[in-house]
C-alpha cells in the first residue's frame, strides 16, 4: 500500500510539472551550463587547453553547475552534448576567433542555439569578453574588430535608454544601476573591441542585438553589452566574473558593488540557464560530465587567473 501511495504520489507530479510545462512556466531547478574550453599559449603533456576556473565559480554561485566543453570533438559530439546542457559560457582567453578550435565549437553551439531557439526549445548562449568578440563574428560573419586602449581598465558602464528595458538589467537594483553607471566597476582585459560606428554599420549586427551599454578608452566608443532580440544570447566585452573571483591584478575592482556585479550578472544567465529543459540520458553520464572530475590548478604567481583547469 506504502509503495501503490508512493507511485501514485509521484505520478501526481509528473501530471503537474507536465502540466506547468505546457504552459512553458516550467523552471529547471538543476541548470548545468557547458563552459568552453581553448588551447593553452605554449602546450606541454595532459595541458593542452584550458578553462579559468573564475568562470566556473561565477556559474556556481547562482546555482548551476558546469561541465567543460573540450575543444576538438566532432560535431556529433558536440550535439549530443548540446542537449544535455541548459546553456553555454564562451569565456575570455587569447584565442583566434578565426581559426583556433574554440572558434569552431563555438560556432556549432551558436549554430545549435539558434536553431534549437527557433524552435521553442530555450538554450542562453552567453559570451564574455573573446566569447563577445566571437559572438560579434558568428552573427555578421565579418572581422569587425578594432585595436583599442582597453587591456587593463576597469570602466563604468555608458547605459544607452535600451538598457532599461533588457532582459539583463531590468531586475537589477535602482542602486546597484547607478553605481555601475558611475563607479569602475567593469573590468576590461582587450586589445580589440567593436566600435559603434562599426556595429551601428552592420546590418546583421543591428538587427541581431540591442546595445545596452557603451564604452570608450578615451578616443573610440566600443560596444560594451550587448542581449539578442529574438534570442537568449547575450555579450559582455568585460568580465563580470573577475570582481569576485580574480586578484591577480590592481585594477580588478572587488568592493561591495563590484562583487553585488559578479553575482546579479551570475544571477541573471543562471536564471536564463533555468528555462532550459535539456538533460542528461542519464545521471551517470550528467556525473562524468561535470567539472567536479577535474581539479584547478593554483595559477595566480604567474597568469592572470588564480585558478586553472588544464585538460588533454
Ligand atoms: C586540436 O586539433 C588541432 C588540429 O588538429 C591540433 O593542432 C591541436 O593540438 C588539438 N588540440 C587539442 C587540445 O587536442
Ligand atoms: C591607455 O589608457 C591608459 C589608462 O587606462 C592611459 O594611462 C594611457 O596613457 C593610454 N595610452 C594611450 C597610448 O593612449
Ligand atoms: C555615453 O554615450 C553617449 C551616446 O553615444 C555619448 O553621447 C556620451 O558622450 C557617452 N558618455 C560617456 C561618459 O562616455
Redesign the pocket.
Known sequence: MKLVCVALFSLFFQIISFAVVSEGQKINDSPVIGVLAQEVYSPSPGKNAYIAASYVKYLESAGARVVPVMINRTEEEYTILFRSINGILFPGGGASIFSSSYAKAAGIFYKLALEANSKGDYFPVWGTCLGFEQLTLLTSGKSLLSRTNTSGVALPL?F?KESKDSRMFKDFPEDLMTSLANEPLTENSHQWSLT?ARFSGNEKLRKFYQILS???DGQT?FVSTVEANDFPIYGTQWHPEKNAFEWTHVYIPHSPDAIRTTFYMAHFFVNEARKSLHKFPSQKEEQNALIYNYQPTYTGKKSSFEQTYYFD
Do not use: K, R
Request: net charge negative; aromatic share 0%.
Open positions: 555608458n544607452t559603434t557603451t564604452n570608450t566608443e
